[in-house]
């Protein structure tokens, strides 16, 4: 089993000496890829590392505020901040008044803040409030199965996740119906964390299966979705924007388990039905881990 806070622990500590340290330097030392490395982070603490990054930047940024009589300008940049204009407008979305009035309000109203905050969620769990105990708590949607080769046809679309999906699929569902292959498992393969990835360049195979010896044509490319072991959610969708929360939901269910991914084989959707009108997605998806 997997101890995936102490796993990120280093990223962690690198993260509360270096707000801006890269998600790349982050997973490294977590030993992740970034492809998980982001839910797998949120899934431990609560936070995205993005999230917890500006986070500390503002507190530290509040803190030097209230301990010295450094100009807003300068605390804003060292915060990392490009202007006291972008700095003035997150520390007033996460503290709820600007960073002057911070510095001017009392050791009291300093106080209110800091309740007010945990009492609407704002505050980030921090220290022994994750971990094992937290994540074992978590209501189980997820198994795991063992996965025979898939022979895949498939289109690439490359751009932002869910956009020009359905021109792509009538174009395949033709290409396969031509030849009787219609009726085959409609799946979807994720080559790309659009929380790390320029969503513009987001990589998603759209394909059907097909007998191993079906041949490429045209745009159909043919490719192999290998055996091996899969962590398995199953959802039904009623709204397409819920889809990156249920990854979520499916991520946070592996790590509480403690599975180790497997970084070689591919994370996809399996459609078992699929609706518009009114839409109704019957998905299973499926991460690839060890063992």
């Known amino acids: 089993m997997v101890d995936y806070l102490r796993r990120l622990r280093p990223a962690l500590r690198a993260l509360e000496q270096d707000p801006g340290a890269s998600l790349e330097q982050l997973a490294s030392l977590s030993c992740l890829s970034t492809y998980h490395f982001h839910r797998v982070f949120t899934a431990v603490t609560g936070e995205g590392p993005g999230e917890m990054g500006r986070r500390l930047r503002l507190e530290r940024g509040a803190r030097t505020l209230r301990n010295t009589q450094q100009s807003i300008t300068c605390i804003a940049l060292e915060a990392g901040f490009a202007s006291s204009q972008a700095f003035t407008k997150a520390f007033r979305r996460h503290f709820g008044m600007t960073p002057l009035a911070f510095r ?29 105990d937290l994540l074992t708590t978590r209501s189980f949607t997820m198994r795991t199965e063992q996965l025979t080769d898939r022979t895949l046809a498939y289109i690439r679309v490359t751009g932002p996740y869910g956009v020009g999906y359905d021109v792509v699929c009538s174009r395949l569902y033709q290409w396969a119906a031509a030849r009787g292959l219609a009726d085959g498992e409609w799946v979807f393969i994720y080559h790309d964390n659009p929380e790390i990835t320029d969503p513009a360049q987001c990589r998603t195979d759209i394909g059907v299966t097909v007998p191993a010896s079906t041949g490429a044509e045209g745009e159909v490319e043919i490719q192999v979705v290998p055996a091996g072991r899969y962590a398995r959610s199953r959802f039904v969708i009623t709204d397409r924007s819920e889809y990156g929360a249920r990854w979520q939901d499916h991520i946070n269910d592996i790590v509480a388990a403690g599975l180790e991914f497997d970084e070689v084989r591919p994370c996809f959707e399996l459609y078992h039905s699929s609706s518009n009108d009114p839409v109704r997605d019957d998905v299973s998806f499926y991460s690839s881990i060890a063992g």
């Open 104 to 132: 001017q309000a009392s050791a009291e109203q300093i106080r209110k803040i800091g309740h007010t905050m945990r009492k609407a969620g704002h505050a980030a769990i921090t220290g022994s409030e994750y971990g094992e």
